[in-house]
């Protein structure tokens, strides 16, 4: 009975040293940061190497998922990257930024999940030494990051949302402006071309007025030329009629008296 005993505090020793040693590890919870980001959220991890260097890395979520953003140059487009989460290997997909020099490993539930338990998180490939960060804090702060990431998103796409339907309105009204000028740009063309029309049917009626009224006066003066010589004519006949009428007649010329000439 006291062999049993003994193994049983043997046994809760045991297990006070490995609680007091992952408590150890996992240091004491420290508060996460959390601040909203575009359509999400986003808490600063600092990833430290054995020489002491500090490469900082970004945690986002949208509610939906959870992302480790990072610089690195010379990334392809995509690729499945590993990280450690207390040791254990964790493949994640890794999309390449639109930049060309930053990456995004969508962290998978699994991941995620070991996150929320890990002690530490190691990255082996994200620079020239192996890097690690403790994961204090990390359930909450995991949870306060999904939390919030959702809250964001729905924000941002209530924003979106207003911003396209300001957008749509905008467009539509500048679609009716439009319109509406066009249709006053036309009509003014169109009183335009129809007073220009109402000009030209003017002039040409004010061109065919004048152009009548020189054909008339030409006539009229060629008329008058016509009765002037016509008046002359016969004033002309008159006057000889009259020269005529009045023109003593000559008479035999009979000498005086006693006066006689040869030849005769």
Not at 152 to 161: C, D, G, L, M, S
Not at 194 to 200: G, M, N, P, V
Request: proline residues 6%; neutral net charge; glycine residues 6%.
């Amino acid at each position: 009975m006291s062999k049993i005993v003994i193994s049983a505090a043997v046994a809760a020793i045991g297990l006070a040293a490995g609680a007091a040693h992952a408590a150890v590890a996992r240091g004491p919870a420290a508060p996460w940061v959390v601040s909203p980001a575009e359509a999400g959220c986003r808490t600063e991890l600092e990833l430290t190497g054995r020489s002491g260097a500090i490469t900082p890395v970004t945690l986002t979520s949208d509610g939906q998922i959870v992302s480790l953003r990072f610089a690195k140059p010379d990334l392809p487009e995509r690729a499945f990257l590993p990280i450690r989460v207390d040791r254990a290997r964790f493949s994640n997909l890794m999309l390449r930024g639109p930049d060309g020099a930053s990456g995004e490993l969508v962290l998978s539930e699994e991941t995620e999940a070991a996150m929320r338990k890990g002690a530490t998180l190691d990255v082996a490939w994200l620079a020239d030494e192996p890097l690690s960060v403790s994961l204090a804090g990390s359930e909450q702060g995991l949870s306060d990051l999904r939390v919030c990431g959702a809250q964001a998103a729905v924000q941002a796409r209530a924003r979106q949302a207003a911003e396209a339907e300001a957008r749509t309105r905008a467009d539509q009204e500048a679609r009716e402006r439009a319109v509406a000028e066009a249709q006053v740009e036309a009509a003014r063309a169109q009183a335009a071309a129809a007073d220009a029309e109402r000009q030209r049917v003017q002039a040409e009626a004010d061109r065919a007025r004048r152009q009548e009224e020189a054909e008339r006066q030409r006539l009229y003066a060629e008329a008058e030329r016509r009765r002037a010589y016509e008046a002359a004519e016969r004033r002309r006949a008159w006057e000889e009629e009259q020269a005529a009428y009045y023109r003593p007649t000559p008479q035999p010329y009979y000498p005086p008296p006693g006066v006689w000439r040869r030849g005769w």
